[in-house]
């Protein structure tokens, strides 16, 4: 069996966004939790014109950036897993496992 990697990725984008949107939706939904953050001045008025130039508040900013870093985590342990597995499966070459050449002569000039 040929796996495609397109469709995986694709999937994987996908799946990625939804969770990132849902994780936000959930926090606007759900109890809010107020925080207090020591950012350098400099950092932060760089912040506040990112989030100007992205038509959303700071703490919107911060939310979405906060959720990417929390779906990345919780994504990237899966996919190596099933990437490994695909990996430790191995790939269908067309060769039936068989090995029909040297390699002097895929070397040969």
């Known amino acids: 069996m040929i796996h495609s990697i397109t469709p995986l990725v694709y999937h994987a984008n996908a799946f990625y966004t939804d969770l990132r949107e849902a994780l936000i939706l959930e926090a606007k939904m759900k109890n ?5 953050l020591a ?6 008025r760089k912040a506040k014109i990112l989030a100007l130039q992205k ?6 900013l911060l939310t979405q950036a906060l959720a990417d870093l ?4 919780e994504t990237y342990e899966p996919a190596r ?3 490994l597995a695909l990996l430790k499966r191995g790939f269908d070459l067309g060769t039936q ?3 029909t050449w040297k390699r002097e002569e895929l070397h040969e000039r």
């Open 32 to 36: 809010i939790q107020n925080v207090t």
């Open 39 to 44: 950012i350098p001045k400099d950092v932060l």
């Open 55 to 60: 038509n959303t508040s700071l703490s919107g």
């Open 70 to 73: 929390v779906v990345h985590q």
């Open 81 to 83: 897993r099933h990437n």
């Open 97 to 99: 496992g068989r090995v």
